[in-house]
């Protein structure tokens, strides 16, 4: 299993940016997946899930109205639109698919600041 995700950068307050996450070793239409973040010298935090068909989407309260989940189950890709940006959203980003019960995949991560 591998995913790789891309996207990330500086970007100003109030501005956007479109996260992508490419995922490959797995069936990717049969299974959630679930962006986190992680700002600095903080604990790792789920920030939109989205489920395999990409019917159904679910978003930590602060991101809502701001940030949308999407997935393109042809090109094995799933995306974070993110926009009106905080300096609070300043993370490291990453993507994640759990298998089964015991077994999830983390990528490596894209850098997200978000300074004036």
């Known amino acids: 299993v591998q995913l790789v995700e891309s996207g990330g950068g500086l970007v100003q307050p109030g501005g956007s940016l479109r996260l992508s996450c490419a995922a490959s070793?797995?069936?990717?239409?049969?299974?959630?997946m679930t962006w986190y973040r992680q700002p600095p010298g903080k604990e790792r935090e789920l920030v939109a899930t989205i489920s395999s068909t990409g019917l159904n989407t679910n978003y930590a309260d602060s991101v809502k109205g701001r940030f949308i989940i999407s997935r393109d189950n042809a090109k094995n890709t799933v995306f974070l639109q993110m926009n009106s940006l905080k300096p609070e959203d300043t993370a490291v980003y990453y993507c994640?698919?759990?298998?089964?019960?015991?077994?999830?995949?983390w990528g490596q991560g894209t850098q997200v600041t978000v300074s004036s």
């Open positions: 994640n698919v759990k298998v089964s019960l015991l077994r999830s995949y």
């Open positions: 070793g797995f069936t990717f239409s049969s299974y959630a």
